[in-house]
């Protein structure tokens, strides 16, 4: 088992926090830790949830999955990675689908020169060196055969019936975590297509935090630092426009709605990276949008948030 040692949470994650709270890492990256993404930007409430568990996890505390909830293009997965990345933590990665089985990653049989031996998947590398595990898309996979990893939330052993019936118990630091734009509950907007409800026997061995899209200030301070050639009143622009299309793809509202897929976090920084490589075009920012947006929508709803775009910045469009 590797050395823990202490951070000091606001120096390592650039967040405003007294020096005495600190939370366990390891003191060198290993094989299996994410690359630091400098300009990433911590959402402090975020952050908080994931390193109080985090916390309980590796001081045997409990052993409950982490379910992250929201929106696409919200920053679950970035958030996650950015975390292992500045507290040193191995990570394993794996993007769920509907043909996914535990027994995938369990691990497998193979033969390699002349023996046949079994391979760790994932679940299983994860288990042994103490690694979080990270499940993208979750609910998309079959709910039954999700309740396969029940007893390792529970802090049980991984048995390997293809291996002898080997047992396999989660090393220190071991963690499973889950990102889905549902709660459990499946979709009802349709956006989702193919997310399932979940098993509220596999649901209520998780915590569950929901990231939302980030604040104006939040996400205006991620394009400057990402973009900073962007000028700011193009910047300031163009939260507008994806602030006024997230309010319009709000199935709350009670208007005629007619913008039904919410303008990502990850398509906003698409956009403005676009509108710079092509600021010679006759109108740079909707050539720029319909790449990173609009050439994907229904025609009527395009042509809607191309309207929104014009009136907002002046550019023409069409």
Excluded at 30 to 47: I, Q
Excluded at 125 to 152: F, K, S, Y
Excluded at 173 to 196: E, K, M, P, V, W
Aim: aromatic content about 6%; overall charge negative.
């Amino acid at each position: 088992m590797p050395t823990v040692v202490e951070f000091q949470v606001n120096s390592t994650f650039n967040i405003v926090a007294p020096d005495s709270v600190r939370v366990s890492g390891y003191p060198v990256p290993g094989p299996l830790t994410p690359g630091v993404d400098p300009d990433y930007r911590f959402r402090s409430s975020l952050l908080s949830d994931v390193l109080v568990w985090q916390r309980g996890l590796l001081a045997g505390e409990h052993h409950d999955g982490l379910w992250l909830t929201g929106p696409m293009g919200s920053g679950k997965s970035s958030l996650i990675r950015q975390v292992a990345a500045r507290l040193n933590l191995p990570l394993i990665e794996v993007n769920a689908k509907t043909r996914l089985e535990v027994a995938d990653l369990v691990g497998y049989r193979t033969a390699l020169g002349g023996d046949v031996l079994f391979q760790d998947g994932p679940l299983t590398r994860a288990l042994r060196e103490g690694a979080w595990l990270l499940l993208d898309e979750v609910d998309l996979m079959e709910p039954g055969e999700l309740v396969g990893l029940n007893t390792v939330l529970d802090g049980g052993p991984l048995v390997i019936p293809d291996n002898g019936g080997e047992v396999v118990w989660p090393a220190s630091g071991f963690g499973l975590i889950c990102t889905a734009n549902s709660a459990g509950q499946g979709d009802a907007t349709g956006l989702y297509l193919g997310a399932r409800r979940m098993n509220a026997a596999l649901m209520d061995r998780f915590w569950v935090m929901v990231v939302g899209y980030p604040t104006t200030a939040e996400e205006k301070a991620l394009l400057a630092g990402q973009y900073p050639q962007l000028p700011a009143t193009v910047t300031d622009w163009m939260l507008e426009v994806v602030r006024e299309i997230r309010r319009l793809a709000d199935d709350t509202l009670p208007e005629q709605i007619v913008i039904d897929v919410p303008f990502s976090t990850r398509s906003s920084l698409r956009w403005a990276y676009l509108t710079l490589q092509f600021k010679g075009a006759p109108s740079p920012l909707h050539h720029a949008l319909k790449r990173a947006l609009t050439h994907r929508l229904e025609p009527e709803a395009a042509e809607a948030i191309h309207q929104i775009v014009q009136r907002i910045t002046g550019e023409r469009h069409g």
